[in-house]
């Protein structure tokens, strides 16, 4: 099965276990108050009995379990089979309490029963994904438990039953239930294997589920030939127009241009597209890179504001970006801390990546062109970081993504947004008519002038009092004095975190 879905049934078996302790504690204690209010005089109610050790034990392994799944990332197939032997455990500790009791006068009449682990052995087939024989043998000694336990009691003289056959001849409704429970086990996995088969695209085949965003879903993927990591962004058709077929292909069509557009982009500082395509029920995807790190919006919530040095470090390195893809007539238009990661590449720390450049704006062309958000209905951009001619709709050039990093240089320092607004509306409201504080005023820190002074040049309203290009802001930002911030600096931050964040 995908290792996404198994990990999703590891979370699912770990609410199992501690659900499981919290009913091991509820179950004698409604016991002790049911006997006091059937039978006030007799005095068991208020006193421990043997059989709680039972109890006692299972509480405890299932807190054990609980705290194990809880506490660290453990491989899936592996907590899918201690599940089992979880079941198995649990069945044995119903089966030894369900017939220790007082002894009778006589043998009991023996009339087939289902007991409360026909159940627990139903619930585990459709909580833990495991293969139909895995099921049938942890089902079976799972539903012996009861003959177990009565054989168990029996020998401690606290129960009586007469021949074994008797054991087995009043719990054979459990061992019919575990045809059913194998039956549900192969259903799911089946299903597995089904969404197994829907993922894989071309040559490569989909594995964990990484995150989402407002397009689409972003899933880790591996080149069945090479063995290649990669990440994979899918695009669903319902994402692109609710049932306008025109507006699917005419959205294709662009998404093929605007990919292929992207293709060509070789900046070491852009993310690196594999390939691309369209699957027989129109979902477009990207095959990316698979990068070690985290965003710059993670990292400034995760961590705080970053120093001068390191902000104007990180910004060079997406200027560099930036300066081909406009050279290339490519604007991005969409520049925010999440589409901008920093993390390792090789040897290297700090080292950033711009992404989704897959859904760029071409700046050669007919008017009419627009890009694949826009085609279908979706405003591009993101309102925190958009410049002014976007949100009036206005041609724009390479100076709107000077302004979505002047927006971004100000979250790196200060930790804030540009603006703070209650709606989208508001936001570009402020963005259009309002003068942004300078960063240096909300900073606990000092701030160089200069580099101040050339983000709130990024920030103009008018392109033309912004940076004229990508390049020209690299080369102002290289005139920054500041402490050094290079590999040496990045290498021991990423140290003292450490370890560098799931790959995305």
């Known amino acids: ?27 004698p204690l409604l016991g002790h108050l049911a006997l006091r209010l059937a039978s006030p005089p007799d005095p068991r109610w208020s006193q421990l009995q043997p059989i ?29 089979d201690l599940g089992l032997v979880y079941m198995v455990a649990t069945a044995f500790a119903i089966g030894v309490m369900m017939h220790w009791g007082l002894l009778p006068a006589a043998p009991p009449v ?30 079976f000694l799972a539903a012996s438990m009861d003959p177990i336990g009565m054989v168990v009691a029996q020998a401690a003289g606290l129960y009586r039953f007469g021949p074994l056959r008797n054991a087995l001849v009043m719990h054979y409704p459990n061992y019919l239930l575990l045809g059913v429970a194998v039956i549900i086990s192969h259903v799911v996995t089946q299903l597995g294997r089904q969404v197994t088969k829907e993922r894989e695209l071309g040559s490569y085949r989909l594995g964990e589920l990484l995150g989402r965003g407002g397009m689409g879903e972003v899933y880790r993927a591996t080149h069945r030939m090479l063995a290649r990591a ?102 991005h ?14 040897l290297q720390h700090d080292w950033v990546k711009v992404l989704d450049f897959g859904l760029v704006k071409s700046m050669v062309g007919s008017d009419r062109e627009d890009t694949l958000g826009t085609a279908t209905g979706l405003t591009p951009g993101t309102p925190a970081y958009m410049a002014p001619e976007m949100a009036l709709q206005e041609t724009v050039d390479g100076r709107a993504d ?23 509306y508001q936001m570009v409201a402020k963005h259009l008519h309002e003068q942004p504080v300078p960063p240096s005023t909300r900073m606990r820190r000092p701030l160089d002038p200069a580099f101040e002074r050339l983000i709130l040049s990024c920030l103009a309203k008018a392109p033309a009092d912004r940076p004229a290009s990508a390049a020209e802001l690299d080369r102002g930002l290289g005139g920054i004095a500041t402490e050094p911030w290079g590999e040496e600096q990045a290498r021991r931050w990423w140290s003292a975190l450490g370890q560098l964040e799931q790959p995305t």
């Open 110 to 139: 023996i009339v087939p029963t289902i007991t409360w682990i026909a159940p627990v052995i139903l619930m585990f087939a459709a909580i833990v994904p495991a293969a139909p024989w895995k099921m049938f043998v942890a089902g």
């Open 402 to 424: 000077i302004y979505a990093l002047g927006c971004v240089a100000y979250f790196l320092l200060t930790g804030q947004p540009v603006f703070e607004a209650a709606t989208p």
């Open 333 to 346: 238009r969409d520049i925010k801390p999440a589409n901008i990661h920093v993390g390792r590449l090789g």
């Open 230 to 331: 990669a990440a994979i962004k899918l695009i669903r058709p319902e994402v692109l127009a609710a049932g306008d077929q025109q507006s699917i292909q005419t959205a294709v069509a662009r998404f093929r241009r605007e990919a292929e557009a992207a293709a060509r982009l070789r900046s070491p500082h852009t993310v690196e597209l594999y390939d691309f395509g369209v699957t027989q029920d129109q979902t477009l995807y990207f095959v990316m890179e698979l990068l070690d790190g985290m965003d710059l919006d993670s990292l400034v919530r995760k961590h705080g504001p970053v120093p001068e040095a390191r902000a104007i470090h990180i910004l060079r390195q997406v200027c560099r970006s930036l300066e081909e893809a406009h050279a290339a007539g490519l604007v």
């Open 1 to 27: 099965m995908p290792d996404d879905l198994l990990r999703q049934a590891s979370r699912r078996l770990e609410i199992m276990a501690l659900i499981g302790a919290v009913l091991w504690v509820l179950g």
């Open 52 to 80: 709680e050790a039972v109890h006692a034990a299972s509480i405890a392994v299932s807190l054990a379990l609980f705290l194990y799944l809880r506490t660290g990332d453990r491989e899936p197939a592996f907590v899918m």
